[in-house]
C-alpha cells in the first residue's frame, strides 16, 4: 500500500473567508474522489488542518485524480508518497499510521526543506517492499509531472476527455467555447498519449 501526502502550498496565507472557501472546495474534491475510487482507497482520504490531505491507496487512480482536480483550481501542491507497513486504525486515512507515512512525511518536510531547488514530489519506501508498489509510485510521479506542464484551460479540457471520457462536441458544450478551441487546445498537449498510457496503466 502506498501514503500519500499532498500539502497545499501557501494555504496559510489565504484571509479567513478564502480559507473557508478553499477548506470546502477541497473537501468536495476529496469526496468526489472517493466516491469515484473507493476501491483502490483502503481508507477514506483526510482532509488534516486544511493543508494537506491524506491518502492511503493500492493504486495510482485516486492520487493522480485528485491532483488533476487541484491543479484545476490553480492551486500549488507537492506530494510525498511513502511505501512501507501500513497500521490501519480507523477507516480515515489521518487516524492510520506506520512507515508508510512516516516515510511520505520524511519525503514531503525535505521537499519543504528546499529553497533552491523546486521540488513538487518524491518517493521513499522500506528496504522490502512490492515492485507494484514501487511502480505504482512511480506512475503517479510521472502522470503528476505531465499535468504540472498544462495550462489552467488544457488541465481542464483533459480532464473532461480523460476523465470524464466527453468527446469534443461535449466538452465545447460543458466549458462554453467552439469545438475548435478544444480541438486546438488539446492537439498543443500532450492528453492524448496521457490517456492512452493511463488505459494501459489500468482501465479507469
Not at 152 to 179: D, G, M, P
Amino acid at each position: 500500500m502506498i501514503a500519500a501526502i499532498i500539502d497545499i502550498v501557501a494555504s496559510r496565507d489565504a484571509s479567513v473567508p478564502e480559507r473557508r472557501k478553499l477548506d470546502r472546495d477541497v473537501r468536495g474534491v476529496i469526496d468526489e474522489t472517493y466516491k469515484r475510487f473507493k476501491e483502490y482507497c483502503v481508507a477514506m482520504p483526510a482532509l488534516t488542518q486544511g493543508d494537506s490531505i491524506e491518502l492511503l491507496v493500492n493504486s495510482w487512480h485516486p492520487v493522480v485524480f485528485l491532483l488533476h482536480r487541484l491543479l484545476m483550481q490553480s492551486l500549488e501542491v507537492r506530494i510525498g508518497l511513502g511505501i512501507g507497513e501500513i497500521i490501519v486504525q480507523n477507516e480515515n486515512a489521518d487516524d492510520c499510521d506506520g512507515p508508510a507515512f512516516w516515510n511520505a512525511r520524511e519525503v514531503l518536510d525535505e521537499i519543504k526543506s528546499r529553497k533552491y531547488m523546486n521540488k513538487s514530489a518524491g518517493i521513499k519506501s522500506a528496504e522490502e517492499v512490492l515492485d507494484d508498489e514501487k511502480i505504482t509510485a512511480v506512475n503517479i510521479i510521472l502522470l503528476f509531472t505531465v499535468l504540472l506542464g498544462l495550462s489552467s484551460t488544457q488541465l481542464q479540457h483533459c480532464f473532461y476527455y480523460i476523465w470524464e471520457n466527453k468527446r469534443i462536441s461535449e466538452i465545447a458544450e460543458v466549458v462554453k467555447t467552439t469545438k475548435g478551441n478544444v480541438s486546438r487546445t488539446l492537439s498543443r498537449t500532450p492528453c492524448y498519449l496521457l490517456e492512452e498510457v493511463m488505459t494501459y496503466l489500468g482501465s479507469f
